[in-house]
């Protein structure tokens, strides 16, 4: 795993690339979002970037009102979904390990009307229930 700073941090809120080596040996790359100041709130949002090149992060805009940190992290779609819910996974355990957002329930959450991908909804079950 490697963290980077990310040129994307704003006024109170601290953003970090994350680089994690998938099971396939393929490169997963997302962004943390964080508070900077720590909130009652202690989850991460799992939400699918629209674009993420690793050095330019293009994000939605970010108010982390029902959340400690957002993870902004697109699976690969020529994968299979299992494929995706342990790249979703490693994502997620890889953004628990950051200061701040150690130990932090998942909620996968979705930028418009349409439902967060089911890989999100199934890391999020699987890690918040403790069988993983």
Request: glycine share 8%; aromatic share 4%.
């Amino acid at each position: 795993m490697l963290v980077l700073p990310s040129s994307a941090s704003d006024k109170g809120l601290e953003s970090f690339e994350l680089l994690v080596g998938g099971r396939d040996g393929e490169r997963l790359h997302g962004v943390l979002v964080r508070r900077t100041q720590s909130t009652a709130t202690h989850a991460i949002g799992a939400r699918r970037a629209l674009h993420l090149v690793p050095g330019q992060a293009e994000l939605q805009g970010s108010d982390l009102e029902d959340c400690e940190a957002e993870l902004y992290f697109e699976p690969a779609p020529h994968k299979r979904l299992e494929e995706r819910v342990l790249d979703t996974l490693r994502m997620l355990r890889a953004a628990r390990r950051i200061d701040g957002v150690a130990g932090a329930r998942a909620r996968a959450t979705s930028h418009c009307a349409t439902p967060p991908p089911d890989e999100f909804l199934i890391a999020e079950c699987l890690l918040n229930r403790g069988w993983i």
